[in-house]
């Protein structure tokens, strides 16, 4: 969940990086609006406030926004929200009871979905979503749905910037239900990281070792997400969609997989690393 301070801005933002993204409607409660870029079985979200309208819980994201947005939340898709809240809440986690959410796209659709966050004991940038409209459902009044410019096809990773692995790694082993993971170096993002593998999804958490992207958004915004990095069919040709948009050549580096990997920077993509990896 990327939070903009100019949704219409930040939605022509990622059109130039290549994502097709299209306006998802009001939500049912917060005074918020959205936009969506559907890949195969996840999907980017924009989210800003709606003109005239005051979001619920407003202090921390009106905030958010004045520090000028970017990658606030990672939403965690859950197809038994009820038995994994109870689940969490028996390895001792703070997370509220499961919630009824909703929007209305442009189109009229209702689109409804259960979630879940975690509490003041627990203030970690995730939270959990139960999705009740199926994918198929939701994707259907984008007839492009899943198909982008940059060939993106899922997400690989979101990163989250931390002072300290070893501690925060353990924090989310119990969130997650799942073991610490080894920790790693991070050749792009130049820092050791604990990735905790969600179905196709890794979730890193990520202490900078060095100068580099981890390090930057830790000094800029203090912890919390920093990066989605997305599998493409060819990095060449969603460069080159960036560039005839004039969008400077993304930087580009190798990954501890020995895979080439390249990178948007935050100031072209609403103060979030935007990576792409997958072949030339």
């Avoid at 990327?2 to 933002?13: F, R």
């Avoid at 050549?249 to 609403?270: H, S």
């Amino acid at each position: 969940m990327i939070c903009v301070p100019d949704l219409a801005g930040a939605i022509e933002a990622y059109r130039r990086i290549g994502f097709d993204v299209h306006a998802g409607g009001a939500h049912a409660s917060g005074g918020t609006e959205n936009a969506i870029a559907f890949l195969q079985d996840d999907y980017l979200e924009l989210l800003g406030v709606r003109a005239g309208h005051a979001p619920k819980a407003s202090a921390g994201l009106t905030a958010f926004l004045a520090a000028g947005g970017g990658l606030r939340y990672i939403a965690i898709q859950s197809d038994d929200l009820v038995s994994d809240v109870a689940a969490m809440r028996s390895r001792g986690v703070d997370v509220s009871d499961p919630t009824d959410g909703g929007r209305r796209t442009p189109g009229g659709q209702e689109l409804r979905w259960r979630a879940a966050s975690l509490g003041v004991k627990n203030p970690l940038p995730i939270f959990f979503l139960q999705h009740l409209t199926p994918l198929a459902e939701r994707k259907r009044p984008v007839s492009s749905a899943g198909e982008h410019p940059n060939t993106v096809r899922h997400l690989e990773r979101a990163y989250i910037a931390v002072r300290d692995v070893a501690t925060e790694a353990a924090t989310y082993s119990r969130v997650l239900g799942m073991p610490v993971p080894k920790v790693v170096r991070g050749n792009v993002i130049k820092a050791d990281m604990a990735v905790f593998e969600i179905g196709p999804t890794g979730l890193g958490v990520a202490q900078p070792m060095e100068p580099g992207p981890a390090a930057e958004a830790l000094a800029r915004r203090g912890p919390g997400p920093f990066q989605a990095l997305y599998r493409t069919r060819s990095m060449d040709a969603a460069a080159r969609h960036m560039t005839e948009r004039g969008l400077p050549p993304p930087a580009r580096g190798v990954r501890n997989t020995g895979e080439q990997a390249m990178l948007v920077l935050p100031q072209d993509a609403c103060g979030v690393y935007i990576g792409f990896v997958g072949p030339a």
